[in-house]
């Protein structure tokens, strides 16, 4: 009823001729009683909020947002971010060329045309499959006894795939930044990219149901686009994927806490080849695949994976590894058409995110910057790294950090920019020269895209490091890259209103955005990011004490957070602990600062009815604990049934219940705000604290 309520308050408004994007008393007093109505619908006042802070700020959320309800696979403020960001998107996409657009987004708008019409493709879609493959080689399952298996070289058929479309079945190349002097570039050589993307969701119990599906796409595509008979198709998808669970074996395990150094060896590639010959010639790879001779040393990543590698192919027959290695290559080209008009666009608005995402960042901000946005994202990192340089001068708190390493601690921050992911001076032309994309066969442009995508990743060997590329993900959360010493602020949070407006209580933006913000600067202090200096290169410039004293205390959280379930799971225990790490101090970070902002405004004002502004019409809450109540709402969610298991299973990031109630359980001064009696759930005895 409550949300009810606040959409009726914006009745009037139109009504009386008013207009909301006036700065005027009245739209600033509705727009205040919104938030404050919706604030109020996601809580559940009658529960304690020192038993559990987070049923007590989203003890509502479920019951108006479940996604079970709504067929969704998760709701939350994040989802709600999207949702706004690409129905702009769309907006964009589909309307006729304009003023605002470049001959660059002419070319996205063409590819989204041609995905749209994707189904008239059809017809012709297993010729363009097939001949794709041709270019390779041939395909048993295609050809059935007439294979040659003796003509059939698996390092030489990867290399050539990943040469002409980056497309890398069984190991993967990049071209990227060196960690340890990340001026130049080097080559990296490890595992592929797979489907199911993690190792949890190829061993674990938890997981099977998503490998049957997987294991049925792979049987439909096989009969829908290159004709294999049923029987064939099924008894090949299983061999496909029971292989592809055995390659995952050798795959990272997230939870070993092994970071990037850990994980890479600056190696000659005649080292490699020492290693893993006969059955993985590293020198021909790299040369096939880069169409030269290297003969700098590389990085080979996760050696595991390489060693597992070698052994599975022994034992594999060359026939699975074949069909193996086509399905993947055709896997990438393929798209089912939508049984619907409104689900095709959805559906084309996610291929195109996942190749334009910078493109689509750089549109969305032409046509919808908000100064006051810039400014406001501007103003909270100023004064989140003015908070934390003092807290590393003369915190208390950060005693178990030696201080020659806290002065280093001190550069790193100094270091550290922050950048809106809006591409401004991205050289956009550069990027598509070659590309000719229209409007009528999806195949052709996504051929041609991943042509050239190819070519640039051989080019980059020698060329000037350019900015990581990091894809769709910085466009919607933002990110500390490490290897730049540069956090990434997506443009989609400069939508306003979600998350912050210049006429909400300074509560709100800093427990919301201030956060967010804090907890990727934390991040270039946790576990993995305090192996990186003030340049962004790989260096560990830690001492053997506080260093240990670090892993003293990471240890406190790894037996915190691996006593938590989420829906009758127990949570895994963990070494890594950098997503914790960072929410806790991430959210005393934000904390600290407006707690200076508010202190400030006390003593200027002299406590004028408590700061009447940091307050919320009908919101019996003090800006302090408004601050609390909207870092908790940010994690406000719901998970469909069928997704709970995958997410424990799979993602690195607690539930959103347990990030609100393990961070603020650590924290005193959120005890002292809601007078939680020591002993209480909200306020244990033992606490994790680093940052």
Avoid at 350 to 372: E, G, P, S
Avoid at 628 to 635: L, V, Y
Wanted: net charge negative; aromatic share 12%; charged share 25%.
């Amino acid at each position: 009823m409550r949300l009810l309520y606040a959409l009726f308050l914006v009745v009037p408004v139109l009504v009386h001729g008013e207009n909301l994007s006036q700065d005027t008393w009245y739209t600033r007093e509705v727009k205040r009683q919104a938030k404050a109505a919706e604030i109020s619908s996601f809580m559940n006042k009658n529960v304690d909020p020192c038993e559990n802070f987070y049923k007590f700020a989203c003890g509502s959320y479920e019951r108006i947002n479940s996604a079970f309800s709504l067929q969704l696979v998760s709701t939350g403020l994040f989802d709600t971010l999207t949702k706004g960001y690409n129905r702009k998107i769309l907006k964009m996409l589909n309307t006729p060329t304009d003023e605002h657009d470049t001959a660059e987004d002419l070319q996205v708008k063409h590819f989204y045309e041609s995905c749209l019409e994707i189904k008239d493709l059809l017809p012709n879609y297993p010729e363009k499959l097939r001949n794709l493959i041709s270019e390779f080689g041939t395909m048993p399952v295609l050809e059935g006894d007439s294979w040659q298996e003796d003509d059939f070289d698996w390092v030489e058929t990867t290399a050539r795939m990943a040469h002409s479309y980056g497309i890398s079945p069984l190991i993967g190349l990049d071209v990227s930044k060196d960690i340890a002097n990340n001026s130049i570039n080097r080559i990296y050589l490890g595992q592929q990219e797979f489907p199911l993307e993690s190792r949890s969701m190829y061993v674990d119990n938890e997981t099977q149901i998503y490998r049957k599906k997987y294991q049925g796409t792979i049987k439909s595509y096989l009969q829908t686009f290159l004709g294999v008979e049923k029987a064939l198709a099924q008894r090949t998808a299983k061999e496909l994927i029971n292989f592809e669970v055995d390659l995952a074996r050798g795959l990272v395990d997230e939870s070993d806490g092994l970071d990037i150094k850990n994980l890479t060896e600056l190696i000659s590639i005649a080292e490699m080849n020492k290693r893993y010959a006969p059955t993985l010639d590293i020198s021909r790879l790299v040369s096939i695949t880069l169409d030269e001779k290297v003969t700098d040393d590389i990085y080979e990543f996760g050696s595991r994976f390489q060693r597992n590698l070698v052994e599975v192919l022994k034992r594999t027959p060359r026939r699975t590894v074949a069909n193996y290695m086509y399905f993947r290559l055709i896997y990438e080209f393929i798209e089912i058409p939508a049984d619907s008009p409104e689900k095709q666009e959805k559906d084309c608005l996610t291929i195109v995110k996942k190749i334009f995402a910078k493109n689509l960042d750089n549109m969305f901000y032409r046509r919808y910057n908000n100064d006051k946005s810039s400014a406001e994202i501007e103003s909270i990192w100023r004064q989140l790294k003015a908070t934390f340089r003092e807290s590393l001068r003369s915190s208390p708190l950060l005693d178990w950090i030696e201080r020659p390493i806290r002065n280093l601690a001190i550069a790193k921050l100094e270091g550290m920019t922050l950048q809106v992911s809006n591409y401004v001076d991205h050289n956009f032309t550069a990027e598509f020269e070659g590309l000719n994309l229209q409007s009528t066969d999806y195949v052709e442009n996504f051929r041609q895209i991943s042509l050239v995508a190819a070519r640039q990743t051989r080019q980059k060997l020698h060329q000037p490091a350019e900015p990581l590329d990091a894809g769709e993900t910085l466009s919607y959360t933002p990110a500390n890259i490490l290897v730049e010493n540069t956090i990434k602020v997506p443009v989609s949070l400069l939508q306003p209103f979600y998350i912050w407006a210049d006429v909400y209580p300074n509560a709100i933006t800093f427990g919301s955005l201030a956060y967010l913000i804090g907890h990727e600067l934390i991040h270039g202090f946790d576990d993995t990011g305090r192996g990186f200096d003030s340049h962004g290169n790989a260096h560990d410039w830690w001492d053997e004490r506080s260093s240990n004293s670090f892993q003293d205390r990471r240890k406190c959280f790894t037996r915190q957070y691996g006593n938590y379930a989420y829906d009758g799971i127990q949570l895994k225990k963990s070494i890594a602990q950098s997503e914790n790490i960072a929410d806790n101090g991430g959210v005393r970070l934000a904390y600290t600062a407006y707690r200076k902002w508010y202190d400030e405004q006390l003593r200027t004002y002299g406590g004028a009815l408590e700061l009447e502004e940091e307050r919320l019409p009908t919101l019996n809450y003090s800006g302090l604990q408004l601050f609390f109540i909207s870092f908790a709402q940010i994690w406000c969610n719901d998970v469909h049934p069928v997704v709970r298991a995958m997410q424990v299973s799979t993602d690195q990031h607690m539930p959103g219940q347990i990030r609100v109630i393990g961070s603020l359980s650590n924290f005193d001064q959120f005890s002292e705000v809601f007078q939680c009696p020591a002993g209480s759930p909200m306020n244990p005895a033992e606490k994790c604290v680093l940052y």
